[in-house]
């Protein structure tokens, strides 16, 4: 069954520095999401991709994290200047075309700011 | 703006003892609602989700939900659980009004006693 994966499953990070956490959404999906969850807190919605462009984002995603879909297969969210705060699991999510609601997640990338 | 509440944070429950989950959400339109499910340093793996038609889903592992509309209520059953249901359970609703992000319950950490 196709499946999302992420990676790196754990990446550890100074303050300030700049990480891209990766996501291959399954193949024929449309809709790419990222979703946060720090530890011990609910699962939040960061931003929403389709058609090459964010259709929606939530307060948390400010200018300091981006996304992209640099190939045909690729998801990204960078993280331009990492804060202590930023530490959380992040999950990557795809859905397929208009009218299938479902979102499949990943197994999520553990970001560490040290 | 949609919401959803899980008014239990921690459940035991005996092993092969029927399990019920609560959750209850807030929405301005038809929901989308769906449960996932989270084992320790994993993904969320789909259970089930309702969008429309029959309000009792069933979902893998055994699993089942009953939407009622008139309690805003989506509750999870099981009839037997087993140990390996032991996990974390999210509700979460979502919908085309909202973009289709997902709104998440705070969880409910299931364990399961011999």
């Known amino acids: 069954e196709p499946e999302v994966t992420q990676t790196p499953s754990h990446q550890v990070t100074q303050m300030g520095q700049e990480v891209i956490l990766r996501c291959v959404p399954i193949?024929?999906?449309?809709?790419f999401y990222w979703y946060r969850q720090i530890l011990g807190q609910k699962v939040e919605f960061l931003v929403s991709f389709y058609n090459n462009e964010i259709s929606e984002k939530s307060e948390i995603f400010d200018d300091q994290f981006s996304v992209e879909r640099p190939d045909g297969s690729n998801f990204t969210l960078k993280i331009r200047s990492t804060k202590l705060e930023d530490s959380a699991m992040y999950f990557c999510?795809?859905?397929?075309?208009?009218?299938?609601?479902?979102?499949?997640f990943g197994p999520g990338t553990r970001l560490t700011v040290l | 703006a949609q919401s959803v509440t899980q008014p239990d944070i921690h459940i035991t429950v005996s092993e092969g003892a029927s399990l019920e989950l609560r959750c209850n959400y807030s929405y301005g339109a038809t929901p989308y609602l769906f449960w996932y499910v989270q084992s320790p340093g994993q993904g969320l793996q789909l259970l089930l989700k309702?969008?429309?038609?029959?309000?009792l889903v069933q979902g893998i592992k055994g699993f089942e939900a009953e939407f009622k509309r008139s309690q805003s209520s989506f509750n999870l059953r099981k009839p037997s659980v087993h140990w390996s249901d032991a996990a974390e359970y999210f509700c979460?609703?979502?919908?085309?009004?909202?973009?289709?992000?997902?709104?998440f319950g705070a969880g409910t950490i299931l364990r399961v006693k011999s």
């Open positions: 979460a609703v979502g919908g085309m009004e909202y973009g289709n992000k997902l709104v």
């Open positions: 193949s024929n999906h449309l809709y």
């Open positions: 999510a795809s859905r397929g075309l208009a009218g299938v609601h479902t979102q499949y």
């Open positions: 309702y969008f429309s038609g029959d309000t």
